[in-house]
């Protein structure tokens, strides 16, 4: 293994950034990216769904590495080539000339496999054409699968897993939670045994949803948002916007959604803090004319996907007239994304939003295999039905 440290500047704060996660590399080297030698055999590409189970993730690396490599008794084209590893990227260098060949953004990766001395990595690439038959099913992506033969091809996997690892861990501090409270081991996507919290990760630590909100009002008036708490067992835990006052300054800003995360305010971190010190923080601003909001754009529903191998194994969560009021800590619908607090939706394409609530039981009872569970914060749920008046800040 070669160690790859392209101008690192100043980084007196590592220390702070980075908690401790097991694995092969050193944590600054992985920040800053670590290279392995590997011969390059090939790419194909299948046609999968999001987040398969891991047994099915598995079977579809042995059939890339069965499509790439030659058949027995001819000769196995391959290319010298480096594999960077950062917990930005990964990317595929030809050995020579150090040019990219292959370039993905470290989120996108959906599965290492080591099979012996062949690595397979395979990136979700984009959404798949879905034919007519399927249009109401689960939706399908297309997995590019890189093919690899490497004696290290065990160790170049768990560096993988373990740079989801430091990754995930960065983007807990950077939100004002503490690793240590939440746990590291699961969130190691690609590697890891359970797709924690169903690709939140992926989409909180996505600049793209990420942004800063100026909002322009009158000294005095309020900004004209109703918050809720995203619910126990929610990965980024702060307020959510449950309803924008029409033609209050948040809704002429037009940069705002029902379900965005607020997870600042003026610079200040809101992560962590219960709901009534969110909204005490919101009412501090009033006499002020510009606010500064740091979101997370999210959809208003949720959609958790629970890997149940058995029916008759345990889901690990508890639901009262539609609502999850209790959570399993480390159980499969912890894992999956569910949170307390939530009002169900929609289970596996049927709505359960006027079902009795022992048929939701039986729903939930008798899904195996994936469980796809839609939902939102049930205050949420109430305002937009009209069952409450908002509470506008």
Excluded at 17 to 37: A, M
Excluded at 99 to 120: F, P, R
Aim: glycine residues 10%; hydrophobic residues 40%; aromatic residues 4%.
């Amino acid at each position: 293994m070669r160690v790859d440290k392209p101008g690192r500047g100043s980084r007196a704060d590592l220390p702070l950034l980075l908690p401790s996660v097991s694995g092969p590399c050193d944590h600054e080297d992985l920040c800053d990216g670590v290279i392995f030698g590997a011969k390059y055999l090939g790419s194909t590409q299948l046609v999968s769904e999001r987040n398969p189970p891991p047994s099915t993730r598995m079977a579809q690396a042995q059939e890339a590495m069965d499509r790439v490599k030659a058949p027995d008794g001819e000769t196995q084209p391959m290319t010298e080539v480096d594999l960077f590893i950062s917990t930005k990227r990964i990317k595929v260098l030809m050995a020579d000339s150090q040019e990219a060949m292959m370039d993905h953004a470290l989120q996108t990766i959906s599965y290492i496999a080591d099979i012996g001395s062949v690595l397979v990595i395979m990136a979700r690439r984009r959404l798949a054409r879905r034919p007519a038959s399927q249009a109401h099913g689960h939706r399908l992506y297309k997995m590019i699968c890189h093919v690899f033969h490497s004696d290290d091809a065990q160790l170049i996997a768990q560096a993988i897993g373990q740079a989801f690892a430091v990754a995930y861990s960065q983007f807990l501090r950077e939100s004002g939670i503490d690793p240590s409270q939440v746990g590291t081991q699961a969130s190691q996507g690609a590697t890891g045994s359970g797709y924690l919290h169903n690709g939140d990760l992926d989409h909180f630590s996505n600049s793209e949803n990420c942004k800063e909100v100026v909002i322009e009002k009158r000294q005095g008036e309020g900004l004209g948002v109703a918050l809720v708490e995203s619910g126990w067992g929610s990965l980024l835990p702060t307020a959510v916007i449950a309803n924008l006052l029409h033609g209050g300054p948040a809704e002429r800003s037009g940069s705002l959604s029902i379900g965005d995360r607020l997870t600042a305010i003026n610079g200040t971190s809101l992560v962590g803090l219960p709901l009534a010190s969110v909204q005490a923080a919101i009412r501090e601003v009033k006499s002020q004319t510009l606010v500064t909001l740091s979101i997370v754009h999210c959809p208003p529903v949720t959609t958790a996907i629970i890997h149940r191998p058995h029916a008759r194994e345990q889901l690990g969560f508890c639901v009262e007239d539609g609502i999850i009021c209790s959570l399993l800590r480390g159980g499969i619908a912890e894992r999956g994304g569910v949170r307390v607090g939530h009002r169900i939706i929609e289970i596996n394409g049927h709505s359960v939003v006027a079902t009795p609530h022992a048929r939701v039981i039986e729903l939930l009872t008798e899904a195996h295999t994936e469980v796809h569970i839609k939902t939102m914060p049930a205050t949420t749920y109430r305002l937009l039905t009209g069952q409450e008046q908002p509470v506008y800040l």
